[in-house]
Structures are given as structure tokens and as C-alpha cells.
């Protein structure tokens, strides 16, 4: 591990180079077309600038942010709104107001209020349910046409009223004389007023993530250098990507009463020394993770149109990337809660009948530094394989030159419910650019849950 | 210092191990810190034995000798257990108080120069921390543990008759404070270790880590080990202060215990509660009191000496051994000496009956195993499910258990399948129903599955006469409240459900029945002869029973009880005579079955704490009222015709092969019955006793009653 993090990344030949030196290798499948299936192509994805929580987006509803990328999509891929037979969304913390969150954008963002809606929520990989429930819809012949896509707005959360007071505001509507009210008020006591937070930390073992991936990191032996290091590299691939505009999937956006927002606030390369004088976040005063190596809390939307390729050829389009095989994985949520990228690549690679040596584009969520090395040392272990995975041999490195070239979660940010969709963009621009034929989008969720996903670049 | 801390994981220290191995301890250098590492290859456990003891001074003389070492880390190299105590086998083989005074003292000295030398140790603990071990923590300068179920701290002493011996009783009133100390000590209750960080007696916690690149428990060690070394180094540079901020509410009890009257108030509140508790009895925790207070009252070398003096005297005296006794027969019954089962039992079936079917269910469901718990109504299951739920919530409630894994567990509890490896019937103690029960669900089990009876009076063989394969029956006996109890006696099984397990031969009564009912019948005998209920429960408590003895047929049921008189005086014969069943008939007529239907010999309501006499049962003692005799009635008398019948039906037992040792039937005696564990079980006081004296009041009370009375 220390030796491909030593890798300076600084020193990372340039894509176009890389992309002639993996075309002489054969591939060991020409292409994951299936008999009797129908191909699932992606048109186009496009998303919000991703910002730091509490920016610019701070006044927003999560349907405005959402509404924003549907919009989007619509101007960058023109597609007629009665076309489009479906739209899902995926979203993490609800806002109550607008519980069907997919609806709400499209009535607002100038779809056909003729196509149905819905929202389908799956912690960090919620638009990847949501892009391959489009998947199986239009597979199985019941659409042509979806957009998929997801949002998060975390600069503002439901906080309620504790569960005593609402309790007491419910009785008291129901309460029908003056002596029932007075009766119900005078239970009231000044505790009921605090509020209740929505919880950061997972459900059934009420332990936050960081504090999983603090523990997950020193399961696998991952130092505090080798996680800086790693969020360093985010960074700076971020950075590099940005000025160089190939983060091409990102659509400018008018904020209302602010000015036009065009690009990720939240990338910012440091140094390895001002990030070791950070204090650990959650494990303290001796745990490695910090808010230096870890995701920052993200407003964003992104969204995808995916079709069946015959309908997007009849309709002139030309697809970027075809959706192949995927794969969701869970295990127990309390030591495995981040592990689900390494369960889920080999199986979605199997499933595929690929190898690793296959892929051209890795796309890996990354939550925490700490919780992507622990994944990469868990697929470099024979021990871990064959202890845990039920495997002879080890599952293998993603090779790192290959690995999230243009920055991640780290660096561009993390709205949970949106993050899926840039994943797949990631992947099916890559290999358009650098000219790959697979790309392997892999992430972890809350609830010990993973997914995988094989994304085909479309022949050229 | 984040660096050397963000580096602790990847090991660039040269590790050099010293050349000698020894039996318990090694130690090897990481830079500039000493890891001292535990490990005795001879037993399981680690435990404080004279051999450590030295090999633990060897190794420190050289770590303070060496120039190259700044301070050290003290840890278990055995996953889950840091030091489980003293070892008690090097108190049995010392012959006088003074000689255990000396192993006090020795100790003493040992953990003195620990915590005053110049190289800071800290005590690195995962695991149990009991005991001496505690002792040997708390003399460490800091102390890191790992935050799991299995690490915790305690000082268990007091259940063996004695006091922590090696300077707890002076250490720890100073880390957290005299009220806290007096219940560590007299408890004796396990301390998890995050409320042991909330009480001072930590200075940190590290995370238990779960799966990664080696097995999560031997990982774990390594983790707090290099997360130990971290501190070790701050503390030498003095990055760290062993100091710990008080919260205000500690600091308002610290200032007010240093005022002398408080200190004098608290002292005495807690000899009453004491005196209250123990009737007495026990001499070790007024001991404990004791020394605690003269340390802080007169000063720690005062101190010392009354511990290592108290000590001395604590074990040689009859109540400890009778408790290091019960100490050793628990061990003993806790292994299964059958060896593995053919086929594990993962699913079992328990049928009806529900306080009893329910405790069962709960701890089975607890060790995961599948359960499906069946009664003859739906409102009746209801009732058992509840119950279960119930404890399972009373657990989330302690915080011993997260809502989610509740759930989990609750889940273990299944519905209506038949293909179960082991049924446990506990319907009513009636003998057709048995035979009903064990038709009905021997037409639906598969061929392997054990039947199991739990039965408290009936012959196993008299139960499996209907079974179509008799050798699949079994009889198993559990205690109320299931969950609490230590015990289930049983007649062969390898049931992991974490109990106390003794084996006995088929028989009427088998061993703990059989042992109950002559005391029961006597109980009557005494109440016919006008003794009132007040004054014979206040006989036995005195004696040091748990429950009077009155009480103790109402806890038990009296239809139960009635039902066990019957049945064994019918087996066995005059032996089981001398109180007239009439008293518990009528009782049962009356609808006086104890506590279940709230009123027996008293009256019990929910919500009133007092218990009041039922007076109905006056007239039915008037009725049968015998008239005592005066050469065998007074109070110590009274104690001494229950206790006789007691030991002599115990003797008995092991005499017919029922019971295979006599520590079992201590064993059973003490945690099942509630015998006073003072005398440590019915053997145990015979020898404590006398036999020949124990014969001669049996043969006084044959003389004036009978043969019930006959020394066997």
C-alpha cells in the first residue's frame, strides 16, 4: 500500500498517454451486450456545482437544487419532455415538505406533469438505486426514456421537536374542552423543548461514521500520513481536473438573489504538514481520521438521461456510455459498515466476466480516506479474502493511476443522495477522454451496504 | 506530537525482546518503552500466583535498570483477559494469618515501588481487571482500556471472605472517592469500562477494532498496545498529565468528605447498611469498612497495615473458606465434563407455563439460539413473550444492550416449527399432563431431538414410561428467576446457556427436591407448633438463608409445595414426615398458593413494598395446632431442626449415588436453595460443623420427634 501511495501523484503521466499503452492490452471481452436484453445507454449527466454546506445554496429547498440539475439536463441534452417516461430520484435526509423530492423538481423544471415521479432513498448509493431502477425498467421493457438522479441539501436538515412535545402538540389538537387542554399543558415540563437532531450516526449500533472509518482505518492498519496523503491526491486531482475543464459534467447555476454559481468550492489542495496539525475528529485525542481526510458535508444535485439505445439512436442521439452489470452487497453495519466496495468489485466483475486488469476507469466514492485504504488494503489481503469473503485469493488493487483521476468525494464533495450519478459521469467521461472501454464505479453506504457497477464507454 | 502518534500503526520501532523467557511475563523494547507482556502458559486465565509475582519483579528491576527505557506499558498478551486476581490456591496453602499477613505485605511493597518510581507504567487492560489484578492497575500511573463488554474492573474480594489485600483499600478511595470505593468494595459489582472512565479508575478508552487484516481480538491487543506506547511517550515528555479534570459533582463530593463529620456520618450509614445486609454474618466487609477508614482517618502507613493485618485474619477464618470453597465447586460446574454433544442444539421448543417457560426462552434466545416458545392459550403466550421482550428491554435500559441488538435477539424467538433439535417441557407438575405433552410432541419431533422434562419431583423414568424412546428423555431442573439464578440442575445437557450446571441421578426429588421438602415439612411442623410467621423468617434470614422460611414456600408456590410434600412422602416414606400436609391443602383449597396468586402466608400487592400477614391462614394453624416441646423449641433450636434436615437428606443423596460430589451439592445447595453461603452448602458445613455434633442434635431431635430425625 505505502508503495503506490509513494507513487507522487504529481508525477502521473497524462491521461492521453496512459489511454495508448492500455489500447495495445486485449480485453478479455469485447462487450458486455447481453442476448435478448435490451442495451442501456446513458445520453448525458450533468450536476450542480457540489458546495461546501452552508454556502451559497444555504437558503435553497433540496427540490430548488434538484429542480437546478433537471433543468440542466433538459438544455444540455435537449430531449422533449414527452418523451421522457420516468423520473427517480435519490435522496438521503428528507425534507418532510417534500417527501417525493423527484416530483416536485420536475413540476418545477418544466417536465411533462404527465410523467411520474418517484424518490428512493439507500443512504450514499441512493442515486445508484435510483439510476438502476431506470435500468430495470427500461431492461424489462417497461420505459424507453428515464432521468435518474439525486440530492442533497445538508445545509438544512429537519430538526424536530422531541418526540414528549409532539406527542403533547398532537393530544392537545385532539383535545376538545378547555378542561382537557389546561390538563394536557399543565404535563408540559421545559425539557420537552429540546430538539431532536437528525442523527449522523447509523441507526442500529447509534455510532457515527467517522467514527466507524477511525476504526476501520486502524482495523487495517492505515496511518494518519498515509490517509493525508490520500486526501492530498484527491485534491490536487480535483484541482487539476477543474482548471483543466474537464469536470465537463457540471452546469453553471443561477442561485435566486445570488450570482451564478460554476464550479466546486469545496477542492482545496494543502500541504501534508498543515494537515497533520488538524486534530482528530472523532477517535480522540488518538484516532487518525480529521476533517482534513474526510468528505465535508455537501448541497448538490446531479441527474442523468438514460434510455434504451435503440430509442436514443432513433432519436439521434449519440450515448456516452452504455450500464452494464451492477451489484449491491451488504454486510454488518457496525465493523464492515464502509467495506462495501470491496465486497461488491469482484462480484460485479465476476458477474461480468471481467478482471480487474480489465477496467480502464476505477470511480470509488470516497467517504473517508481512511475508509478507501482500509477498502484497498482489505482487497490486497489473502487473510481478509479468505477469512472473510469466502475467497481463495485476494480480490487485488485497483491500480492507483487509474484510481479516481479526477479528484472525489474528498475533494468535489459529497451530497449523499447525488453522489451515485457523478460517479457514473465520472467513469463514462473518462473513458471517453482517455479512451477506455470499462469503467468500474464502486461505493459504500450507511446500513453496511455497497454498490458496484460496470459502465461500457460507447464505441466511437 | 501528531506525528509519532499518526506513525504509531505502521511500527518503526525496533522491537528487542529480552533473551530469558519466562513462565508469565516477558518483555520486549520499543524505542524507549518497555512492553511488559502477560502471559502465563499455564493456565488459561492470568492470575496473581507467587511465580508472577517474582517474575513481574524481575522484569520491573530490570526495566528500572535500564538506561535506554523511559517507562513501560503493563498488558495482557491473552485477548479478553487483562488479570482475573490473586491466585486464591497461595492463601490455602498458607497455615497462619501471619503467613498471609506476609503475602499481603509482600505485595504491598511491590506495588509501592510501582507506583513511586521514577518511569511512569501504564497499565494497558483489556478484559477482566478483578481483583488483585485491579490492584496492580491502579498502582500503574495511568491506565488505558479497551472499551468492549469484556473488559471489566471490580474488586470481587468480599465474595471470598476477604479484602483487596495488596493496597485497594488504600489506593482507591483516593481515585474515586470514599461513597463510590465502600460500593466497588462491598458490591463487589463488575465495572464496565466506560463507567470506569466516568469514575476515575481509567484514564482512557480505546475503541475495540473490528475486522481487519488479522483476527479483530488479538488485533484489538496490538492496537491498544501501539495506542498505549503513544501515551507512554507523552507521559514521559509530560505531554500528557496523569491528573484527570473532575466534573463539579466530583469535586463538591471530594470537598465534602474532607469534612470529618460527613466522613464519620458516612462511615456509619454504611456499617448500618451493612450490619442489615449481613446479619452479622460475614465478617469481611465491616472489615473492609474498617480499613478503609483507618487509612484515611489515620494515615496510609496505618493503613497498609491494617489491610495486610485484616487480611491475614479474613483468610484463615471459616466464612472465607466456605466461600473460596463454593468459589472452586462454581468453576467445576461450568465445564461440560460429557464432552462435545453429537449434534448441537440450535433449535429448540419450549412448551408453556409462564414465568418458567419464559425464563428458559429468554436465556436461550440470548445465546442466539432459535426458540420457539408454545402455550396452551394465545393470552398465555402473550404473557411469556412479554416477559422475554421485557428482560431483553431491561437490559437496553442498563445500556447492556443497544435497542437494535434487543431486536435482534427478540428475533431469535420463532413461531410455529416443528423441526426442532431439543424440546423443554415446564408445564404444570402434573403427571398425566406430562404424559400427554410428551405423546402429542413425540409424534411431530424429529428422531434426534431430546426431550427434556422440567420436572422438580417426578422420576424421569415415570415421565419417559410413555416415550416411545425413552433414551431421548431427560429431566432438566432450572431455578426462578431464570435469568438471575446461577443455577440450572439438570440431568444431562449441554445446553450453552450460560448456567451453572450440576448432574444428578434419576430419583424422586432428585437432589435439590429432596433436600427441600423434610426443611419445608419442618417449616409446617414449627407453625403448627405456634412459632408465628415473623419470628421463623427472622430465624432462618439469621441464620443466613436469603429468604425466610416462610416466605420461601409462598415464593415457591404452595400448590408446588404441597405437590412435592405428597409426592416424596409417598417415595420415600416417614422421612419426609413431621409437619402435617394438611396445612398446605387447605391452603391450596383456600386459593393461598404464595406470591403467583398474591396471597399465601402473606399478602402481596403490587406497589405495596411491605408485606402483611394473611390472617385466613390463622385459623387453619389454629386448627392444627400441635403443641410444642420445650426441650427443642427455642430459637437456636429452630434454626438447627431445619438445618439438620437439610444436610441429613444432603448426606443422604451423595450416599445413594444421586449426587456425584459433594461440591456439586454445595454448589446446588447455595445458588439454588439460597443455603447460607456463609456455610458454603450443606457439606461444606458439616465439616465446618462437626458431623459428630450435627449427629448428636439429629439424634437429640429423633428422641423427641421421630424418625424423620434419624442420622443417616
Sequence with gaps: MTTILTYPFKNLPTASKWALRFSVQTKTKKTLAKPNIRNVVVVDGVRTPFLLSGTSYKDLMPHDLARAALTGLLHRTSVPKEVVDYIIFGTVIQEVKTSNVAREAALGAGFSDKTPAHTVTMACISANQAMTTGVGLIASGQCDVIVAGGVELMSDVPIRHSRKMRKLMLDLNKAKSMGQRLSLISKFRFNFLAPELPAVSEFST????????????????????????????????????????????????????????????????SSLEQMAKLKPAFIKPYGTVTAANSSFLTDGASAMLIMAEEKALAMGYKPKAYLRDFMYV???????????????????????????????????????????LANFKAMDSD?????????????????????????????????????????????????????????????CAAGGQGHAMIVEAYPK | ???????????????????????????????????????????????????????????????????QIRNAVLISS?????????????????????????????????????????????????????????????????????????????????????????GGTQRLPEMVG???????????????????????????????????????????????????????KGLADKKISPKRDQGLVEKLTAYTMTIPFVRQQVYKKVEEKVQKETKGLYPAPLKIIDVVKTGIERGSDAGYLSESQKFGSLAMISESKALMGLYHGQVLCKKNKFGAPQKDVKRLAILGEGLKGAGITQVSVDKRLKTILKDATLTRLGHGQQQVFKGLNYKVNKKALTSFERDSIFSNLTGNVLKVDMVIEAVFEDLSLKHRVLKEVEAVIPDHCVFASNTSAFPISEIAAVSKRPEKVIGMHYFSPMDKMQLASAVAVSLKQGKVIIVVMDGPGFYTTRCLAPMMSEVIRILQEGVDLEKLDSLTTSFGFPVGAATLVDEVGVDVAKHMAEDLRKALGERFGGGNPELLTQMVSKGFLGRKSGKGFYIYQESVKSKNLNSDVDSILVSLKMPPKSEVSPGEDIQFRLVTRFVNEAVMCLREGILATPAEGDIAAVFGLGFPPCFGGPFCFVALYGPQKIVDRLKKYEAAYGKQFTPC
Design chain 1, 330 to 372: 451488504s454486510q454488518d453495519p457496525k465493523d464492515q459498515l464502509l467495506l462495501g466496495p470491496t465486497y461488491a468489485t469482484p462480484k460485479v466483475l465476476e458477474k461480468a466476466g471481467l478482471t480487474m486488469n480489465d477496467i480502464d476507469a476505477f470511480e470509488f466514492h470516497e467517504a473517508f480516506s481512511g475508509q478507501i
Design chain 2, 78 to 166: 491473552k485477548p479478553g483477559r487483562f488479570i482475573a486476581g490473586a491466585d486464591i490456591n497461595m492463601l490455602a496453602t498458607c497455615k497462619t494469618p501471619q503467613e498471609v499477613t506476609q503475602v499481603s505485605q509482600e505485595a504491598q511493597r511491590t506495588f509501592e515501588k510501582l507506583e513511586k518510581a521514577a518511569k511512569p507504567v501504564i497499565a494497558a487492560i483489556s478484559g477482566s481487571c478483578l481483583g488483585g489484578g485491579l490492584e496492580l492497575a491502579i498502582s500503574c500511573q495511568y491506565r488505558i482500556a479497551t472499551k468492549d463488554g469484556k473488559t471489566i474492573l471490580g474488586a470481587p474480594e468480599v465474595l471470598l471472605g476477604i479484602l483487596p489485600g495488596a
Design chain 2, 1 to 67: 506530537c501528531s506525528e509519532p502518534r499518526s506513525r504509531y500503526i505502521r511500527r518503526n520501532f525496533t522491537e528487542s525482546s529480552a533473551l530469558l523467557t519466562r513462565t508469565h511475563i516477558n518483555y520486549g523494547v520499543k524505542g524507549d518503552v518497555a512492553v511488559i507482556r502477560i502471559k502465563s502458559s499455564t493456565s488459561k486465565v492470568n492470575t496473581l500466583s507467587k511465580e508472577l509475582h517474582s517474575e513481574f519483579m524481575e522484569v520491573m528491576n530490570e526495566v528500572w535498570a535500564t538506561n
Design chain 1, 383 to 443: 487473510w481478509f479474502a479468505e477469512n472473510y469473503m469466502g475467497r481463495k485469493t485476494k480480490v487485488g488493487l485497483p491500480p492507483l493511476e487509474k484510481f479516481n483521476n479526477w479528484g472525489g468525494s474528498l475533494s468535489l464533495g459529497h451530497p449523499f443522495g447525488a453522489t451515485g450519478c457523478r460517479l457514473v459521469m465520472a467513469a463514462a467521461n473518462r473513458l471517453q477522454k482517455e479512451g477506455g472501454q470499462y469503467g468500474l464505479v464502486a461505493a
Design chain 1, 206 to 269: 447509534s455510532e457515527t461514521m467517522g467514527h466507524s472509518a477511525d476504526r476501520l482505518a486502524a482495523a487495517f492498519a492505515v496511518s494518519r500520513l498515509e490517509q493525508d496523503e490520500y486526501a492530498l491526491r484527491s485534491h490536487s486531482l480535483a484541482k487539476k481536473a477543474q482548471d483543466e475543464g474537464l469536470l465537463s459534467d457540471v452546469v453553471p447555476f443561477k442561485v435566486p438573489g445570488k450570482d451564478t454559481v460554476t464550479k466546486d468550492n469545496g477542492i482545496r489542495p
Design chain 2, 178 to 232: 470514599v461513597p463510590a470505593v465502600f460500593d466497588m468494595m462491598l458490591t463487589s459489582r463488575n465495572i464496565h469500562a466506560d463507567s470506569a472512565k466516568k469514575m476515575g479508575l481509567v484514564d482512557q478508552l480505546v475503541e475495540p477494532l473490528g475486522l481487519g487484516i488479522k483476527p479483530p481480538e488479538e488485533w484489538t491487543i496490538e492496537y491498544l498496545e501501539a495506542v498505549a506506547i503513544t501515551f507512554a
